[in-house]
Every structure is written in C-alpha cells, then in structure tokens.
C-alpha cells in the first residue's frame, strides 16, 4: 500500500473517531462542563506525555503563548456547547447543526482576515440557512439543542479560523497542545468560581471513566495526532472533503448504538441532506473557484 492510501485510510478513521465523540458524549453520565474538564485533562496529560516520549521542543514564545492560550477558550467554549447540546437532544441534531460551521466560517473568516466576502460563499450559507429552518420547523422539541449546536459551531468556526492564521508560524501539534492547557485552565478557573470542582467527589462510575478515558486519549490525543500527520502528504481538499464526512459518520455510529432514540421526523432529513450535501460539495465549488 502506498503511502497516499495509507494516510487516506488513517483520515477516514480520524474522522470516524471524532464522529465517535458524540456518541460517547450521550453515554457519559455527568454533565457537558465536567465532561469536556476531564476530557481536556486527560488529552493535555497524554499529549505532554507524547512529547517527553518523542523528546519533542514544546517551547514558545511569549506572544504565541498568550495567543493559544486565549484561544484554548474558545475550543473549551466550543465543547462545552457541543456536549450540552447532546445532553439535551440527540447526536443526529448536534452534529447536523454543528457541520453549519461552513456558514460561520464563510462569514468570520473574511471578517478576521478582513478579505471580502465571496457572492458564491454567500449562496452556500443560504442553502445552509434553509436546512437550518427545516430542522427547527420539524424537531421544535428539540430548540434548545440546536441553539447550542449552531452555537458551537460559532465557536468551531471562530478557532478554527484563528488556528488557520497562528499554523502559518508554529507547529499544529505545538498550537493543539497549548490551546488544551489553555483550555483546562479557563474551565478549572470557571468550576472553582461555580463550586463544582471543590464539591466534586471524582467518584465516577467504572462506564463513564472507561468512556472518558477513551475520549481523551482516542478520540483527542492519539485523533489529533493522526489528522496532524496525514496533512503533510495529502492535499488540503482532500483533507476537507473527508472532514466532512464526520457528521455522516457520527449519525450512522448514532443510529447503531440509539436505534430508535435517533429516529426523526422526514423534515429533519430533508433538512440534514440540504446542509450534508452541502458542506460536502463545498470544497469542491472552492476549489474550482481558485483555479478560476
């Protein structure tokens, strides 16, 4: 097997690990807060430990460390919302709201980069926007979790945009490791405020600190890693393309392990199809647009 094939094979499997995420986030008992605290100290832990091993430099400067370090807050943001919008309605919802982060990212990004905003971007959020109103039209039980899906795909949108900028100068895996302390930090910082930390007894079930520790080191750690290696030999459409296969991916593992729980209205799918059909072509209109 060559070496384009290998790599495509890791990236297929990344993918399906992080769509993984969502179902593991349903089955872990303790709320969307403390999930992403364990999750964020379990990945920093075993990633500074990938370092020592591989006797890797982790060292920054003071700007880049300031500057992961506030986005690591946003990537918190980002999980936080994502874990409590599956607490409070189903991986299907969740991650199809969350895959409207091509939307954001149509509109943050020239904002940040202060680059104009492309007539044809404009048209794919519309399309998005559409799949948007079907999903609250036809799951209105379902409001709160996709209020805070879009959210977190706001947040998703926000850092990913950010990182695109910072890995122009730093390493990716050197920018994830400092954005999770960042991230552990502001969320430790937010459960001594509210008391949770203090009060927590840390005594989980033996299910949920399976499922926790799989989340941080599979799912996180050893996903992170892996997405980050197959980038130096795979062209970043390909790269893009197959990222979005994640919510596809999620749904599918969702309706294998929920059955029924994830059963939704013909609306939702109509609705789901337009946004999946959608982020999945986009890459393909970019690029098309660049070489033009």
């Not at 003071?62 to 994502?82: C, D, N, R, S, Y």
């Not at 998703?156 to 552990?184: A, D």
């Amino acid at each position: 097997m060559d070496s384009t094939k290998k790599n495509l094979l890791i990236l297929h499997f990344t993918v399906l690990i992080w769509g993984f995420t969502g179902v593991l986030g349903k089955v872990i008992s303790i709320d969307a807060v403390p999930l992403v605290w364990y999750r964020v100290l379990i990945a920093t832990s075993t990633l500074f430990a990938w370092f020592l091993i591989t006797k890797k430099n982790i060292k920054i400067s003071k700007k880049q460390f300031i500057q992961f370090f506030l986005t690591g807050a946003i990537v918190a943001i980002h999980w936080i919302f994502f874990f409590h919008a599956i607490k409070v309605s189903t991986v299907s919802v969740t991650l199809v709201c969350l895959s409207s982060f091509t939307l954001f990212t149509a509109i943050l990004e020239p904002l940040i980069k202060k680059k104009p905003i492309q007539i044809g971007d404009i048209l794919v959020g519309l399309i998005i926007i559409l799949g948007i109103y079907m999903i609250f039209k036809f799951e209105g039980q379902y409001t709160s979790g996709i209020i805070f899906g879009l959210l977190a795909a706001v947040a998703s949108s926000l850092f990913s945009t950010i990182n695109s900028t910072l890995v122009q100068k730093s390493e990716p895996s050197i920018i994830g490791f400092y954005e999770l302390v960042g991230g552990l930090f502001w969320i430790t910082l937010y459960r001594l405020y509210d008391g949770s930390l203090i009060h927590s007894s840390f005594n989980l079930s033996l299910n949920d600190w399976f499922y926790i520790s799989l989340l941080g080191t599979l799912c996180t750690s050893v996903a992170y890693v892996a997405g980050v290696s197959v980038m130096r030999t795979l062209s970043a459409f390909r790269v893009a393309l197959i990222t979005n296969l994640e919510p596809v991916y999620g749904i599918l593992l969702a309706f294998i392990f929920f059955k029924d729980k994830e059963q939704m209205t013909a609306g939702f799918y109509i609705g789901a199809a337009i946004i999946l059909s959608t982020i999945f072509f986009y890459p393909i209109y970019k690029k098309r647009r660049n070489k033009h």
